[in-house]
């Protein structure tokens, strides 16, 4: 079945640090893949997406690249801010037979000042 | 339209009794899907509902657990008999299908049951 893997944390990083929190998955057919994002006390919500190979996807200052080679979704921000504190999900979703979002186990981020 | 709405926000009972969550989508999704969240997992899938049809249940979904989409719009999710186990973050999401490309979920904030 479908699964995504994310790197574990906590991740902890001073501010204008770089970020990558890698994610890779395996999927039944061609996947669109997704970063969601669930900041302290509210809910999650969608970062970027991208529906085929080497679809980029960006918001915010994030980025994350389709690469169907290597089926990784890895995210990047080149300088992080405190308010870029979060949990961070990958996530894939298929089209054979269901269309259900299937997420990883979330990484952990914490930027200090 | 202010996005998935979810009733109530927390919700706390005594094992063995019975509680029920509303789900609120946004108005012109005809799908919608039901999540578990326990503390430092990802989102698990319960179930989902293509207007008022139940497409699929997840194993996760005991005999105990039932949800419903009666008229197409709003879902409730119930839990009978409830289990300490069962104590997690329920969220609900919804979403337009594919008809304008990649199927992308809308997240309501969640319900949290404390199961004692």
């Known amino acids: 079945g479908d699964s995504v893997t994310q790197m574990e944390g906590p991740v902890t990083l001073s501010e204008e640090a770089f970020l990558t929190i890698n994610c890779t998955y395996t999927?039944?057919?061609?996947?669109?893949l997704f970063w969601y994002v669930q900041y302290p006390g509210e809910g999650l919500q969608l970062l970027l997406k991208?529906?085929?190979?080497?679809d980029k996807g960006s918001n915010k200052g994030f980025e994350a690249t389709y690469r169907k080679e290597t089926t990784s979704f890895h995210l990047e921000k080149g300088s992080v801010q405190v308010s870029d504190s979060a949990v961070y999900f990958c996530?894939?979703?298929?089209?054979?037979?269901?269309?259900?979002?299937?997420f990883g186990t979330g990484t952990r981020l914490t930027i200090i000042p | 339209d202010t996005g998935v709405s979810q009733d109530p926000r927390h919700k706390i009972t005594k094992r063995g009794q019975n509680v029920t969550f509303r789900c609120d989508p946004i108005?012109?999704?005809?799908?919608l899907y039901w999540y578990r969240q326990t503390l430092g997992q990802g989102p698990e899938f319960l179930t989902y509902?293509?207007?008022?049809?139940?497409?699929?249940k997840s194993r996760l979904l005991s005999d105990r657990f039932s949800a419903e989409r009666p008229k197409g719009s709003f879902s409730t999710l119930e839990i009978q008999r409830t289990e300490q186990g069962d104590s997690a973050m329920y969220l609900c999401?919804?979403?337009?299908?594919?008809?304008?490309?990649?199927?992308?979920?809308?997240f309501g904030a969640g319900s949290r049951l404390t199961v004692l």
């Open positions: 999401a919804s979403s337009p299908g594919t008809a304008l490309g990649a199927n992308v979920l809308t």
């Open positions: 999927a039944t057919g061609y996947p669109s």
């Open positions: 991208a529906t085929k190979a080497d």
């Open positions: 996530a894939l979703i298929t089209y054979f037979g269901n269309e259900k979002l299937t």
């Open positions: 108005s012109e999704h005809n799908r």
């Open positions: 509902f293509q207007n008022e049809a139940q497409l699929e």
